[in-house]
């Protein structure tokens, strides 16, 4: 009963998701305090409306400045004040309709996306949401983190990881509440697709493909750069055990870019930070044996006797690329040479490995299966019409 319970509460959310033109919104801009912007239409036409009022209608090359003021937003565009409003719509005539965004305090990159755009004044700085089809959002995120040189069958892989992770979301907080970022705390979203089109291609190719478990829910579908050679079980980063995110061996991430990273840390930085975190060293031998560190595979915590720090808190704290690394001594012992594995958390897909995998011929459900245990690749539309 609990297990169709939460096949009805998915396909409830799916179906109201679905029932908008499959809209979703993501905060862009996210992790800046935006004081003005520079709206500006790149092609179709846009209309602006202002507390539920049409203001004016937007053709191409048509630029708007929102800035706070207050607890509201002053809006102009190129001749006039157009006046101070609490929250504003710019929505699309079309779907071939792009805007830019650039923000002109502080001053950052311009950004090109699909869709519709709504800004709201949130504890004195600019609030900016893309209201965006689902299509062109996951073909956003699979440029942003796959870049446009991948391999096909990568970005089909990609697309559907980050649809599994979309959906994912929407079923557990709910899709009134759900909230997407545009950066790594979610899935990076820096611009519409196009440097390739092949990524559009890709995404329309994979149209409603998640992952799902062996309970046909959505899985937790995190990836990471480069494993490494191994990637990690989700109970060594996160503490609670997941049957399909398990450490796999995996060779395909070998040599890679980001397969291997190095880094300094003086002797004595190291030796305090240990006796800090618990380590007892209270001999020159001691001192010495901790100058050393060779683990032959991925491990969760730093031994030393009975003492133990969790990896993950040692790179988090010296802002290594992994929790997956070696120490020696440099010539005079002063400096210690870390030799690290991989970057990132190192759990789920391996990117950096799923794209040698797909030069490799290996399609995206070898790819997937590969990195994730025991899952499937199914259409959400059967997932919803098997539980009717």
């Keep these: 009963m609990k297990y169709l319970k939460h096949i009805l509460v998915f396909c409830l959310l799916f179906a109201a998701l679905t029932s908008t033109a499959e809209t979703i919104r993501v905060n862009i801009f996210s992790q800046s305090k935006i004081k003005t912007l520079v709206f500006t239409t790149e092609e179709g036409k846009y209309s602006l409306v202002a507390d539920n009022r049409m203001l004016m209608r937007l053709k191409k090359n048509a630029i708007i400045y929102f800035t706070i003021v207050g607890k509201a937003i002053s809006v102009w565009d190129q001749d006039e004040h157009l006046g101070i409003f609490n929250e504003l ?3 699309a005539s079309s779907r071939k309709s792009i805007f830019k965004v650039e923000p002109a305090v502080p001053s950052l990159k311009a950004r090109t996306y699909d869709g519709d755009l709504k800004v709201t004044a949130v504890n004195g700085n600019l609030k900016i949401e893309n209201y965006v089809d689902v299509n062109d959002y996951l ?5 942003s983190e796959a870049g446009p040189r991948a391999p096909y ?8 990881i980050s649809r599994t992770y979309l959906y994912e979301k929407i079923w557990r907080e709910g899709v009134d509440k759900y909230t997407l970022m ?18 559009r291609q890709a995404v329309a190719h994979t149209t409603d493909l998640i992952i799902v478990d062996s309970t046909n829910n959505p899985i937790t579908a995190v990836f990471h750069s480069n494993s490494g050679g191994q990637t990690a079980n989700s109970e060594d980063v996160w503490l609670s055990p997941t049957p399909y995110l398990k450490s796999v061996i995996d060779t395909f991430s070998i040599s890679q870019h980001n397969y291997i990273w190095r880094d300094t840390v003086s002797t004595e930085r190291w030796i305090k930070y240990l006796t800090a975190n618990g380590i007892k060293i209270n001999s020159a031998k001691a001192r010495t044996d901790n100058m050393t560190y060779s683990p032959t595979s991925r491990d969760r915590c730093y031994r030393y006797m009975a003492d133990t720090i969790p990896l993950k808190k040692i790179r988090t704290d010296f802002g290594f690329k992994s929790a997956w690394f070696s120490i020696k001594p440099k010539p005079g012992g002063r400096v210690l040479e870390f030799t690290g594995y991989g970057y990132g958390h190192g759990v789920g897909l391996s990117q950096e490995g799923a794209m040698e995998m797909a030069r490799r011929n290996y399609s995206f459900l070898d790819i997937i299966n590969f990195y994730y245990q025991g899952v499937q690749v199914v259409n959400i539309h059967n997932i919803e019409k098997k539980n009717d």
């Design 89 to 91: 719509y710019l929505t």
């Design 139 to 143: 073909s956003g995120v699979v440029e």
């Design 153 to 160: 069958e990568y970005y089909k892989t990609q697309a559907i």
């Design 182 to 199: 545009d950066d790594v705390s979610h899935q990076v979203y820096l611009n519409r697709s196009h440097r390739n089109n092949i990524i």
